[in-house]
């Protein structure tokens, strides 16, 4: 799907996705859909990304610019806080980045767990990789409360997960997901999803009213077919 992104004129894929939004906001997440939200985030697609912006900031197109709702564009990743408290993972020792990053991939099922907390994305990503990880272990992450906005954006960039619609939800209601990997995943939930994000009084404003609109979106096509 990057790939097709990337082979379109700026003009040609504003207007596809544009339909495609449209189609998801009335009807409802449709197959395939979450293929263009995942390859949007994707940093090779950003250069992209940034130029749909400015297309949808003076042309007609107002479920684009609602996909991309929030400040900062999608696929940017927060600088990691080196300062943050890293856990005792057994060693004997502080361990490095590096040697974090390494030990995600091991087959050591309870160890990767306890990584999936590491407060760096970059190991973070490594342990969602990993497969002994399983959908309620990377729910733990995606509901911890206080998030850390740098693991949720990687969490929503990483495949098979963040097809999960319970994983999905979860970023969404999280208070610590940065409001552009949010504003996106909102095309994707269904009615009943929607109405809980709604209901969400930790969430920002703006992404509880975007919620609110798609759903009224919704219930209305729904009222005149």
Not at 97 to 114: N, T
Not at 171 to 191: F, G, I, Q, S, T
Not at 211 to 220: E, G, I, K
């Amino acid at each position: 799907m990057a790939e097709v992104l990337r082979a379109l004129a700026v003009a040609d894929a504003a207007a596809v996705l544009e339909e495609l939004c449209a189609r998801a906001a009335t009807r409802g997440p449709f197959p395939g859909f979450a293929a263009v939200v995942g390859a949007l985030a994707r940093d090779d697609v950003r250069p992209l990304v940034e130029r749909l912006r400015e297309e949808a900031a003076w042309e007609p197109y107002p479920e684009l610019g609602r996909l991309f709702g929030g400040a900062g564009g999608l696929g940017i990743l927060e600088p990691a806080r080196e300062d943050e408290h890293v856990p005792d993972y057994g060693a004997g020792r502080p361990l490095t980045l590096g040697e974090r990053k390494a030990w995600a991939r091991r087959p050591d099922r309870a160890l990767v767990v306890r990584l999936l907390h590491d407060p760096h994305p970059a190991v973070v990503q490594r342990a969602l990789a990993n497969p002994r990880v399983t959908e309620d272990d990377v729910l733990t992450v995606a509901t911890r409360r206080p998030g850390r906005p740098a693991v949720l954006r990687e969490l929503s960039r990483t495949l098979p997960w963040c097809r999960r619609r319970r994983v999905r939800l979860a970023l969404v209601l999280n208070p610590a997901c940065p409001e552009d990997v949010a504003a996106p995943l909102l095309a994707l939930l269904h009615r009943a999803e929607l109405a809980e994000v709604v209901r969400a009084t930790d969430l920002a404003p703006a992404l509880r009213d975007a919620a609110r609109s798609r759903l009224a979106l919704q219930n209305a096509t729904d009222a005149g077919a």
